[in-house]
C-alpha cells in the first residue's frame, strides 16, 4: 500500500491531478484555518509524486457544504465528472470524510475510479482502487466516515431532545409570541399583533370555517403581521393579507394554546437532494408539554379546532360529514342524505329567469366514480321550505325540553355503556399483569411450566388488546351528545327562534348554523310524484313528511287548458288580436303571467295545433281576394270597391286588414253609381261585411 513507486506510472502523470478541499460549514471556513491550510498543504504530495505543480487542480467551490449528500455539490460532481471522462490521474483529498460522507457517493466513486485507472491519496497514504486490499481499506474508511457523522448527529440531538422535554429548547417562536429578557416565552408586547390573533381566533369560533376567516379579514381590509426571517431585516414586524394557509398554520399551531411543542414535523429527503416536510400526528410528537407559557386561546379550545377543521378537511372524503355552513341558500347544505345509497348529497344551483338561485340535492359521487347515471336529484326550494316550517311550528320551547331529556337519558345510556366497557378492560388489564407476575416468577430452567405460562400471557395480551380496540371503537362510533353548554343554547333560542329566523337581516350562513344545532340530518327519497323527507332531530326525534315533487319550469309556465279552450271558442268568430283583447278582458294570463298579445297567441295556438280564425274560414271555402277577382272577373280594385260600399260578405282575419270573402255569394245586380244615388234597392240584402 505503501509502495508508491510501483503505484504512479507512466499514464496516470499524463493526467492532472485533483486536489478536493471542503469544510461543512461557513463557521469552518472562517475559523478553522488550519484545517483549511492542511488541505491545500496536500498539493506538494502530488508534487513530490511526479505530478508538475501546474497540472494540480483545485477544486474548492463546496466550502462551508455538508458531505452528507452530493446533490448540491457543485465541485464534487465536477470531480465525478473528469474522473469519469479519464481526465484525473489522482484525487487527493485530506481524509475520505472530506470527498463524502455519505457511503453511495462514496462507493460510487471509487467505482469510478476503479474503471478509469485513477489513484487517491489522503494524508495517510496512496491508493490503487483497482487493488482489491487497497479498495477494502477505503471501503473501510467510507464506512468509518459515514458513521463518525452519524455519532455526532446523535450526540447533539440527544442533548437537544434532553433540553426539549424539559421544555427549555429555544425555538423559533410563531408570530405573537416572542421570549423576554429572562428567555420566558409571553405574548408580544405589540397590542396591533395580539388584536390580529385574538381577532383570528374570534372570527374562526364565530364561523367554523378557516376560509370565511380568510373573507372576513379581507371583508374588513384587515392586514396579518409577520417577520422577516433570513436577511438584512431578520427579525423584523411586517403586515401582509391574510391567507388561507396562514389561518391554518395559526389554527394548527399549540403554541398559541400555551403548549409547548417539539418533533411536529418529519422532514423527508428525495434522492434529487430536495426535502419534503410532512406533519406527524399528535401521538406522535416527540414533546409536547400544555400550559407550558401563556397563549391566546385555551388547549380546550384548540382541540375543539382541530376537531371543527378536522370535519371540514372530511366533507371531501366518501364518509363526509356536514362540513362548515356557507352563504349559499341551500339551508340543508351538508346534512342532506341519499335514502337509496345512503351517501351525503351535494349541493348545486340553477338560476330561475328572474336570477333567483335554486339548490338542488344530487347524489352523483357514485355515478362521477363510475360514469353511470346520478343515483338521484332532487330540487331542494320545496324541501329547505318544508322543514324551515317544521322547525318553526313544531319545535317549541316545550318540545325542545323534551328533547333535551331524551338527550339526557341517551347520555346515562352511552355513559353506563361506557362504563362497562372500561371495567372490561381494567379486568383485562389485570388478567394480563397477573398473567405475566406468574410468568416472571417462574423458573426458567423448568421449560414445561415456563411454555404454559408463556401461553397463558400471550392469551391474555391478546384479551388484553381486543378489550381496548373493542372500547375505542365503541367510543369512536358513539354519536355525538349534547353538553351543558349546548343545551343552554337550545333553550334559549327556543323564545327567540321564530323571530331570528324570519329576519331578513339574518345571513344564510347563520339560518344553517341554527338549523344544524337541531336537525341532525335530512334523508331524501324521490319517487314518482312525490319526496319522501325524512328529518332527523338532534335530540333523537324523527319526522317524516311527504312532498308532492317541484313541477318543472315547463310546467310552472304552461298557459292552463281552461284558457286556451276559451281561446279556441273565440277563434271561431274572431282573429288573434280580437281573441287576445277578449281574453285580457276576462282576466285570462300566459304561463308567464303576462297578458296576451296577437304575437303570444298566435306561438300559443302553433304550438297547440288549434287552427286560426284564418284557417277555420278557409276551411269552410271563404275565398281570398284574389280567388274572388278571378271568379267574377274584374280587377283586385273593383272587389276591395265593392267591399267597401258593402256589396260583398267579408270578414277580417287579423289586424293588416286581410279579408276573406263568402263564396256563396253572387255578383252585384246594381251598377255602383246607383248607390251614389242612395238607392234602397241598389245593395242586395244578403251582402254584409263582417268586421
Given at each position: 500500500?505503501?509502495d508508491?513507486?510501483?503505484?504512479?506510472?507512466?499514464?496516470?502523470?499524463?493526467?492532472?491531478?485533483?486536489?478536493?478541499?471542503?469544510?461543512?460549514t461557513l463557521?469552518?471556513?472562517?475559523n478553522?484555518?488550519?484545517?483549511?491550510?492542511?488541505q491545500?498543504?496536500?498539493?506538494?504530495?502530488?508534487t513530490?509524486?511526479?505530478?508538475?505543480?501546474?497540472?494540480?487542480?483545485?477544486?474548492?467551490?463546496?466550502?462551508?457544504?455538508?458531505?452528507?449528500s452530493?446533490?448540491?455539490?457543485?465541485?464534487?460532481?465536477?470531480?465525478?465528472?473528469?474522473?469519469?471522462?479519464?481526465k484525473?490521474?489522482?484525487?487527493?483529498?485530506?481524509?475520505?470524510?472530506?470527498?463524502?460522507?455519505?457511503?453511495?457517493?462514496?462507493?460510487?466513486?471509487?467505482?469510478?475510479?476503479?474503471?478509469?485507472?485513477?489513484?487517491?491519496?489522503d494524508e495517510?497514504?496512496?491508493?490503487?482502487?483497482?487493488?482489491?486490499?487497497d479498495?477494502?481499506?477505503l471501503?473501510?474508511k467510507?464506512?468509518?466516515?459515514?458513521?463518525?457523522?452519524?455519532?455526532?448527529?446523535a450526540?447533539?440531538?440527544?442533548?437537544?431532545?434532553a433540553?426539549?422535554?424539559?421544555?427549555?429548547?429555544?425555538?423559533?417562536?410563531?408570530?405573537?409570541l416572542?421570549y423576554?429578557?429572562?428567555?420566558?416565552?409571553v405574548?408580544?408586547?405589540d397590542t396591533?399583533?395580539?388584536?390580529?390573533?385574538?381577532?383570528l381566533?374570534?372570527e374562526?369560533?364565530?364561523?367554523?370555517s378557516?376560509?370565511?376567516?380568510?373573507?372576513?379579514?379581507?371583508?374588513?381590509?384587515?392586514?396579518?403581521?409577520?417577520?422577516?426571517?433570513?436577511?438584512?431585516?431578520?427579525?423584523?414586524?411586517?403586515w401582509?393579507?391574510?391567507?388561507?394557509?396562514?389561518?391554518?398554520?395559526?389554527?394548527?399551531?399549540?403554541?398559541?394554546?400555551?403548549a409547548?411543542?417539539?418533533?411536529?414535523?418529519?422532514?423527508?429527503?428525495?434522492?434529487?437532494?430536495?426535502?419534503?416536510?410532512?406533519v406527524?400526528?399528535?401521538?406522535e410528537w416527540?414533546?409536547?408539554?400544555?400550559?407550558?407559557?401563556?397563549?391566546?386561546?385555551?388547549?380546550?379550545?384548540?382541540?375543539?379546532?382541530?376537531?371543527?377543521?378536522?370535519?371540514?378537511?372530511?366533507?371531501h372524503?366518501?364518509?363526509r360529514k356536514?362540513?362548515?355552513?356557507?352563504?349559499?341558500?341551500?339551508?340543508l347544505q351538508?346534512?342532506?342524505?341519499c335514502?337509496k345509497?345512503?351517501?351525503?348529497?351535494?349541493?348545486?344551483?340553477?338560476?330561475?329567469c328572474?336570477?333567483t338561485?335554486?339548490?338542488?340535492?344530487?347524489c352523483?359521487?357514485?355515478?362521477?366514480?363510475?360514469?353511470?347515471?346520478v343515483?338521484?336529484?332532487?330540487c331542494?326550494?320545496?324541501?329547505?321550505?318544508?322543514?324551515?316550517?317544521?322547525?318553526?311550528?313544531?319545535?317549541?320551547?316545550?318540545?325542545?325540553?323534551?328533547?333535551?331529556?331524551?338527550?339526557d337519558?341517551?347520555t346515562a345510556?352511552?355513559?353506563?355503556?361506557?362504563?362497562?366497557?372500561?371495567?372490561?378492560?381494567?379486568?383485562?388489564?389485570?388478567?394480563?399483569?397477573?398473567?405475566?407476575?406468574?410468568?416472571?416468577a417462574v423458573?426458567?430452567?423448568?421449560r414445561?411450566?415456563?411454555?404454559?405460562l408463556e401461553?397463558?400471557?400471550?392469551?391474555a395480551l391478546?384479551?388484553l388488546?381486543?378489550?381496548?380496540?373493542?372500547y375505542?371503537?365503541?367510543?369512536?362510533?358513539?354519536?355525538?351528545?349534547?353538553?351543558?353548554?349546548?343545551r343552554?343554547?337550545?333553550?334559549?333560542?327556543?323564545?327567540?327562534?321564530?323571530?331570528?329566523?324570519?329576519?331578513?337581516?339574518?345571513?344564510?350562513?347563520?339560518?344553517?348554523?341554527l338549523?344544524?344545532?337541531?336537525?341532525?340530518?335530512?334523508?331524501l327519497?324521490?319517487?314518482?310524484?312525490?319526496?319522501?323527507?325524512?328529518v332527523r332531530?338532534?335530540?333523537?326525534?324523527?319526522?317524516?313528511?311527504?312532498?308532492?315533487?317541484?313541477r318543472?319550469?315547463?310546467?310552472l309556465h304552461?298557459t292552463?287548458?281552461d284558457?286556451?279552450?276559451?281561446?279556441?271558442?273565440?277563434?271561431?268568430?274572431h282573429?288573434?288580436?280580437?281573441?287576445?283583447?277578449?281574453?285580457?278582458?276576462?282576466?285570462?294570463?300566459t304561463?308567464?303571467?303576462?297578458?296576451?298579445?296577437?304575437?303570444?297567441?298566435?306561438?300559443?295556438?302553433?304550438?297547440?295545433?288549434?287552427?286560426?280564425?284564418?284557417?277555420?274560414?278557409?276551411?269552410?271555402?271563404?275565398?281570398?281576394?284574389?280567388?274572388?277577382?278571378?271568379?267574377?272577373?274584374?280587377?283586385?280594385?273593383?272587389?276591395?270597391?265593392?267591399?267597401?260600399?258593402?256589396?260583398?260578405?267579408s270578414?277580417?282575419?287579423?289586424?293588416r286588414?286581410t279579408?276573406?270573402?263568402?263564396?256563396?255569394?253572387?255578383?252585384?245586380?246594381?251598377?255602383?253609381?246607383?248607390?251614389?244615388?242612395n238607392?234602397?234597392?241598389?245593395?242586395?240584402?244578403?251582402?254584409t261585411?263582417?268586421?
Open positions: 500500500m505503501n508508491t513507486s510501483s503505484k504512479v506510472t507512466v499514464a496516470h502523470l499524463r493526467r492532472d491531478a485533483y486536489l478536493y478541499v471542503r469544510q461543512s463557521y469552518q471556513v472562517v478553522n484555518t488550519e484545517s483549511a491550510r492542511r491545500y498543504d496536500l498539493r506538494s504530495k502530488a513530490e509524486l511526479g505530478w508538475d505543480h501546474g497540472n494540480v487542480i483545485v477544486i474548492d467551490v463546496d466550502q462551508g457544504h455538508s458531505g452528507a452530493a446533490a448540491d455539490r457543485e465541485g464534487f460532481q465536477r470531480l465525478v465528472a473528469d474522473v469519469s471522462l479519464g484525473a490521474g489522482i484525487v487527493l483529498g485530506l481524509e475520505c470524510s472530506r470527498l463524502a460522507r455519505n457511503n453511495a457517493d462514496w462507493h460510487k466513486l471509487l467505482q469510478i475510479c476503479a474503471l478509469n485507472n485513477t489513484l487517491i491519496c495517510d497514504g496512496l491508493y490503487d482502487p483497482c487493488d482489491f486490499n479498495r477494502l481499506l471501503g473501510l467510507g464506512t468509518m466516515s459515514e458513521a463518525e457523522l452519524h455519532f455526532l448527529h450526540r447533539m440531538q440527544g442533548g437537544l431532545l433540553k426539549a422535554r424539559r421544555g427549555q429548547l429555544p425555538v423559533r417562536l410563531p408570530i405573537g416572542v423576554d429578557p429572562a428567555g420566558d416565552v405574548l408580544d408586547p396591533g399583533v395580539r388584536d390580529a390573533l385574538t381577532h381566533f374570534d374562526f369560533t364565530r364561523t367554523g378557516a376560509r370565511a376567516v380568510v373573507k372576513a379579514f379581507a371583508a374588513q381590509q384587515l392586514t396579518f403581521p409577520a417577520r422577516h426571517l433570513t436577511g438584512p431585516r431578520a427579525g423584523q414586524l411586517y401582509k393579507p391574510l391567507g388561507h394557509d396562514h389561518v391554518l398554520d395559526t389554527l394548527h399551531n399549540p403554541r398559541y394554546a400555551g409547548y411543542c417539539y418533533g411536529r414535523k418529519r422532514h423527508l429527503s428525495a434522492p434529487n437532494g430536495t426535502v419534503r416536510t410532512i406527524k400526528p399528535r401521538e416527540t414533546v409536547l408539554l400544555p400550559d407550558a407559557h401563556p397563549g391566546y386561546i385555551t388547549f380546550a379550545q384548540f382541540d375543539a379546532n382541530q376537531a371543527t377543521l378536522a370535519a371540514n378537511a372530511a366533507t372524503g366518501d364518509d356536514a362540513g362548515p355552513a356557507r352563504e349559499g341558500p341551500a339551508l351538508g346534512l342532506v342524505v335514502g345509497c345512503g351517501k351525503r348529497m351535494t349541493v348545486r344551483y340553477h338560476k330561475r328572474n336570477g338561485l335554486v339548490p338542488d340535492y344530487a352523483q359521487r357514485e355515478g362521477i366514480a363510475t360514469g353511470t347515471p343515483c338521484q336529484n332532487v331542494g326550494a320545496g324541501v329547505d321550505t318544508a322543514v324551515a316550517e317544521l322547525i318553526l311550528d313544531r319545535l317549541t320551547p316545550l318540545a325542545l325540553e323534551v328533547a333535551l331529556t331524551v338527550t337519558e341517551i345510556q352511552a355513559e353506563h355503556a361506557d362504563r362497562i366497557r372500561a371495567a372490561h378492560v381494567q379486568r383485562a388489564q389485570h388478567t394480563a399483569d397477573l398473567a405475566r407476575r406468574r410468568y416472571l423458573d426458567p430452567t423448568n414445561l411450566v415456563a411454555d404454559h401461553a397463558d400471557y400471550n392469551t391478546r384479551e388488546a381486543t378489550a381496548k380496540d373493542d375505542d371503537t365503541a367510543k369512536t362510533n358513539a354519536e355525538r351528545l349534547l353538553d351543558n353548554a349546548h343552554d343554547r337550545i333553550r334559549a333560542l327556543a323564545a327567540d327562534f321564530p323571530a331570528l329566523w324570519n329576519d331578513p337581516a339574518t345571513p344564510m350562513r347563520e339560518r344553517k348554523r338549523i344544524r344545532l337541531l336537525v341532525t340530518d335530512v334523508t327519497v324521490k319517487t314518482g310524484q312525490h319526496i319522501t323527507v325524512s332531530l338532534s335530540g333523537g326525534q324523527h319526522h317524516t313528511m311527504t312532498l308532492p315533487r317541484p318543472t319550469a315547463w310546467e304552461t292552463t287548458d284558457t286556451m279552450k276559451l281561446a279556441d271558442q273565440l277563434l271561431d268568430e282573429p288573434y288580436h280580437t281573441t287576445a283583447a277578449l281574453l285580457n278582458e276576462r282576466g285570462r294570463r304561463g308567464w303571467d303576462k297578458p296576451f298579445t296577437a304575437t303570444r297567441l298566435r306561438a300559443l295556438c302553433h304550438a297547440r295545433n288549434i287552427p286560426s280564425h284564418h284557417q277555420r274560414l278557409r276551411d269552410n271555402g271563404w275565398l281570398t281576394t284574389d280567388e274572388t277577382a278571378e271568379k267574377f272577373g274584374v280587377t283586385i280594385t273593383t272587389i276591395k270597391h265593392w267591399n267597401s260600399k258593402g256589396l260583398l260578405t270578414r277580417r282575419t287579423d289586424g286588414g279579408l276573406l270573402f263568402d263564396p256563396a255569394q253572387t255578383r252585384p245586380t246594381k251598377p255602383v253609381g246607383a248607390l251614389r244615388n238607392d234602397s234597392d241598389s245593395t242586395p240584402p244578403t251582402a261585411t263582417i268586421k
